[in-house]
């Protein structure tokens, strides 16, 4: 009721309709937080961009730890993952489900939402970036496409960490402690400290350090499998013949049985030096590094029981990144100049049970069982366990220069040249245990191709990615604005782009009794060439905004995205079935027009905040990943399969009530719709269909009360969530209903000067989250939500 109530005043005040009550005129204002959505210091209620955001204050009050954690409370921004590193992100329902992390390296394509740390992109096929939330100063997300400012992969939005920074005016240090218990799980617990240290007048230094664990909830049970053909039965013809005189030779995993077995770590530092050179100039150096740590699985097999799974493969996560990033920034006349540049090193190792590969794939006999012969009448198909190794090397040096002209005139510009050079070098080992006893020996990469590593690998290991892929990009960009008059501003928006794309080394299949090179050679195989993939194009933004009133802005807003297109690892050779056409060498890129409408309403003497928009966007030329390896390709490939619209509403509210109590929410309602199938090979769902991983309605409720006792502030807080259902896939074949579910959270906290403590329970009545329900693994499992979760936090900072 209370909703409906504060959304029909708030939007009638928008239109001018409201008149200050005076019965709150001396209740305290919102908190209005500065962003940097556009390059420049603003706030964020002066700033023409859908654009949400968490102060520090916020990121405290509600416990935000790691990405999962903070897409509880933006509503428009959802997730398709299997855990800590493991994520896609998707803004405003522009989802496609996530290629598996298997496969991320050697063929996944670019997100369409770009995630920054400060002024880095630091975006991943299938393996976002997962930084710990520490001594940030905010998080910002900005809805709709943003490749103007912020280029290839913004397509769909953009989600910046903007960690903070030495301070020369202020000596501050501090820390944080907490405990906390899942229910039915392991303990897990956090410690944080950071320090701003004034070194001289003009030189500061600060640090922040974090460990956290996190126990696990989920069990590997005892269990046992064996090859069914019963199961799988797309059996490429060429390897059929298993009869009914097959011996099948089972696996159990007793040996790696264990309660609550996913715990996950991280730890890591960030380092911040600042040099105030003079007046005008200023230099900031940053070093960050963390280290991410995973054991087991973070999604269930509902077939077994409520969060077990029988894996038989050891299933660990090691992601650990280095980043180092330097900015000048100083001012010549009115003119303000910033070169930023910043370096990302990455190594993830990772091992995932594989064994339910044997339910799906094409050559699984060929792999796994032994032929009958003279002296054997009968097939035996021996020891089914299958496990995946990976080894994936990142590296990234972006460089942007820009120059904004005086903010306070009304011409103003800001621009610049940008250039990023993304390399990310895959080995993907998949390890088949039958395979030494069937007779296949050690299989080494095709000589004569690009290979990371020229060895042969280990026995067992029947089909290996040994794969480099590169994106060098540079762009030109500027946005230029002009206040018609004192209310009424425009502002065009531009952005020339090349990208140069290439895809070189191999893939791998073993033979029996042959120590060869059957593969392909990707510069040489199926139409693929020694030549790099290239691409330009100009995308384009306009923006007009209206200040109503002091406290009322109106925008409209027409922007473009794109994220690249790249090579396909199965494409250039003949399908399997000649009913399907082949799959190109290539896709392109998958473009969308956005168009929206918004306000951002300060109202009720400013403790009332109402900011929303409409939008229409079209998608087209959506990247679609499939594996058919029946009747098209052995490997996995990328299509332009599909157009799209999606016409929605988002918006966040504020209410200060109260001195002592806040109201805060945010919604999002997405209509998407299947509006065109250009697939050639991939069987999508149909036209009209939904966008999978986007509930129609999603939104969520915090209120919190503050208070004084003696000479304690005392706080409570309860904050809830709700998301409707969704689907799975666009995939026809893979496409299931998500169901709907609502979270609860609450804490009561007490502070005093300079220390705090605060009790908290998350996922208060315990429910399961339908996330992601994936066949990744080729057994079908659903990722969810941490259980009901206990906690104790005290933090302390001196001044």
């Known amino acids: 009721m209370f909703q409906h109530k504060a959304i029909t005043c708030a939007v009638l005040s928008a239109l001018g309709l409201s008149t200050p009550f005076s019965a709150i005129a001396d209740t305290k204002e919102i908190e209005v937080i500065e962003v940097t959505a556009t390059k420049r210091v603003q706030s964020i209620q002066s700033t023409p961009v859908s654009v949400q955001a968490m102060s520090d204050t916020d990121l405290k009050d509600n416990n935000i730890g790691n990405f999962d954690d903070f897409v509880r409370y933006m509503p428009n921004v959802t997730v398709g993952g299997r855990g800590p590193g493991q994520a896609d992100v998707f803004i405003r329902g522009m989802a496609i489900q996530p290629i598996s992390v298997m496969l991320s390296g050697a063929q996944g394509t670019s997100p369409n939402v770009a995630l920054y740390i400060d002024e880095q992109p630091v975006t991943a096929p299938g393996r976002n970036l997962d930084v710990y939330a520490t001594d940030l100063e905010r998080i910002e997300v900005l809805a709709g496409p943003q490749g103007t400012l912020f280029g290839a992969s913004s397509q769909?939005?953009?989600?910046?960490?903007?960690?903070?920074?030495?301070?020369?005016?202020?000596?501050?240090?501090?820390?944080?402690?907490?405990?906390?218990?899942?229910?039915?799980?392991?303990?897990?617990?956090?410690?944080?400290?950071?320090?701003?240290?004034?070194?001289?007048?003009?030189?500061?230094?600060?640090?922040?350090?974090?460990?956290?664990?996190?126990?696990?909830?989920?069990?590997?049970?005892?269990?046992?499998?064996?090859l069914d053909p019963n199961i799988n039965t797309e059996v490429a013809d060429s390897v059929k013949g298993l009869g009914e005189d097959t011996v099948y030779q089972s696996t159990n995993n007793t040996a790696l049985v264990e309660k609550d077995f996913n715990d996950s770590f991280y730890k890591g530092a960030r380092l911040g030096l600042k040099y105030d050179i003079n007046s005008d100039w200023e230099l900031l150096v940053q070093h960050a590094q963390q280290e991410l740590g995973a054991d087991g699985v973070f999604d269930y097999d509902p077939e077994v029981g409520d969060l077990k799974v029988q894996r038989y493969f050891p299933d660990k996560l090691r992601d650990e990144f280095s980043q180092t990033s330097w900015t000048v920034t100083g001012t010549v006349n009115d003119l303000e100049l910033?070169?930023?540049?910043?370096?990302?090193?990455?190594?993830?190792?990772?091992?995932?049970?594989?064994?339910?590969?044997?339910?799906?794939?094409?050559?699984?006999?060929?792999?796994?069982?032994?032929?009958?012969?003279?002296?054997?009448?009968?097939?035996?198909?021996?020891?089914?366990?299958?496990?995946?190794?990976?080894?994936?090397?990142?590296?990234?040096?972006?460089?942007?220069?820009?120059?904004?002209?005086?903010?306070?005139?009304?011409?103003?510009?800001?621009?610049?040249?940008?250039?990023?050079?993304?390399?990310?070098?895959?080995?993907?080992?998949?390890?088949?245990?039958?395979?030494?006893?069937?007779?296949?020996?050690?299989?080494?990469?095709?000589?004569?191709?690009?290979?990371?590593?020229?060895?042969?690998?280990?026995?067992?290991?029947?089909?290996?990615?040994?794969?480099?892929?590169?994106?060098?990009?540079?762009?030109?960009?500027?946005?230029?604005?002009?206040?018609?008059?004192?209310?009424?501003?425009?502002?065009?928006?531009?952005?020339?782009?090349?990208?140069?794309?290439?895809?070189?080394?191999?893939?791998?299949?073993?033979?029996?009794?042959?120590?060869?090179?059957?593969?392909?050679?990707?510069?040489?195989?199926?139409?693929?060439?020694?030549?790099?993939?290239?691409?330009?194009?100009?995308?384009?933004?306009?923006?007009?905004?209206?200040?109503?009133?002091?406290?009322?802005?109106?925008?409209?807003?027409?922007?473009?995205?794109?994220?690249?297109?790249?090579?396909?690892?199965?494409?250039?050779?003949?399908?399997?079935?000649?009913?399907?056409?082949?799959?190109?060498?290539?896709?392109d890129t998958d473009d969308v027009t956005n168009y929206e409408f918004g306000w951002k309403a300060m109202l009720l003497d400013?403790?009332?905040?109402?900011?929303?928009?409409?939008?229409?966007?079209?998608?087209?030329?959506?990247?679609?990943?499939?594996?058919?390896?029946?009747?098209?390709?052995?490997?996995?490939?990328?299509?332009?399969?599909?157009?799209?619209?999606?016409?929605?509403?988002?918006?966040?509210?504020?209410?200060?009530?109260?001195?002592?109590?806040?109201?805060?929410?945010?919604?999002?309602?997405?209509?998407?719709?299947?509006?065109?199938?250009?697939?050639?090979?991939?069987?999508?769902?149909?036209?009209?269909?939904?966008?999978?991983?986007?509930?129609?309605?999603?939104?969520?409720?915090?209120?919190?009360?503050?208070?004084?006792?003696?000479?304690?502030?005392?706080?409570?807080?309860?904050?809830?969530?709700?998301?409707?259902?969704?689907?799975?896939?666009?995939?026809?074949?893979e496409r299931q209903k998500q169901d709907s579910y609502s979270l609860l959270n609450a804490s009561i906290g007490i502070e005093k000067e300079s220390w705090s403590a605060k009790i908290y329970i998350d996922n208060l009545t315990d429910k399961r989250a339908e996330l992601f329900i994936n066949n990744q693994d080729d057994i079908p499992r659903v990722s969810t939500n941490r259980p009901r979760t206990m906690g104790l936090s005290f933090t302390y900072t001196y001044y």
């Not at 945010?666 to 269909?689: C, H, K, R, W």
């Not at 919190?704 to 807080?717: A, I, L, T």
């Open 338 to 587: 910033v070169y930023t540049g910043a370096f990302l090193d990455r190594e993830v190792e990772q091992a995932i049970d594989y064994t339910g590969y044997n339910n799906s794939g094409a050559f699984i006999p060929w792999y796994t069982c032994s032929y009958a012969s003279e002296e054997v009448s009968y097939r035996e198909c021996l020891d089914p366990t299958k496990g995946f190794k990976g080894k994936q090397d990142q590296t990234r040096i972006t460089h942007e220069f820009r120059i904004a002209t005086d903010a306070g005139q009304p011409l103003r510009f800001i621009g610049g040249i940008y250039y990023d050079d993304f390399e990310i070098e895959t080995q993907d080992d998949f390890v088949y245990q039958a395979t030494p006893q069937l007779g296949f020996v050690p299989n080494a990469p095709i000589a004569g191709a690009n290979n990371i590593n020229p060895n042969a690998r280990a026995p067992g290991v029947a089909f290996f990615n040994d794969i480099t892929r590169t994106e060098e990009q540079i762009a030109v960009f500027g946005e230029l604005s002009y206040d018609l008059t004192d209310n009424l501003t425009v502002t065009a928006g531009l952005r020339w782009y090349e990208i140069e794309s290439d895809f070189t080394g191999s893939s791998n299949f073993a033979e029996k009794g042959v120590d060869g090179d059957s593969g392909r050679d990707y510069d040489s195989s199926g139409g693929h060439s020694d030549k790099p993939l290239k691409s330009d194009d100009t995308i384009s933004k306009f923006n007009i905004s209206y200040q109503a009133t002091d406290n009322i802005l109106l925008y409209a807003t027409y922007s473009e995205g794109f994220r690249p297109g790249g090579f396909n690892r199965g494409g250039g050779i003949a399908s399997a079935n000649p009913a399907f056409p082949d799959v190109e060498v290539t896709y």
């Open 156 to 226: 769909a939005g953009t989600v910046r960490y903007i960690t903070k920074k030495p301070d020369t005016d202020t000596f501050e240090a501090g820390f944080t402690s907490g405990i906390a218990n899942t229910h039915k799980g392991e303990m897990s617990t956090n410690v944080e400290g950071f320090i701003n240290l004034p070194i001289t007048d003009d030189l500061a230094f600060r640090a922040a350090l974090y460990s956290v664990n996190k126990g696990g909830y989920i069990d590997n049970v005892a269990g046992e499998f064996t």
């Open 606 to 733: 400013n403790t009332l905040r109402f900011n929303a928009n409409l939008y229409y966007i079209e998608w087209d030329d959506m990247q679609v990943s499939r594996f058919d390896p029946v009747n098209v390709s052995i490997l996995t490939f990328i299509e332009n399969a599909a157009d799209s619209e999606i016409k929605g509403f988002e918006g966040d509210i504020a209410w200060q009530a109260t001195d002592n109590l806040t109201l805060l929410g945010a919604f999002s309602y997405n209509d998407t719709e299947l509006t065109a199938l250009n697939a050639q090979v991939i069987e999508m769902a149909p036209i009209g269909s939904s966008l999978p991983l986007t509930p129609e309605f999603q939104g969520n409720l915090r209120a919190r009360y503050d208070w004084e006792v003696g000479e304690y502030m005392v706080n409570w807080q309860v904050a809830g969530q709700y998301a409707g259902s969704s689907y799975s896939s666009i995939v026809d074949s």
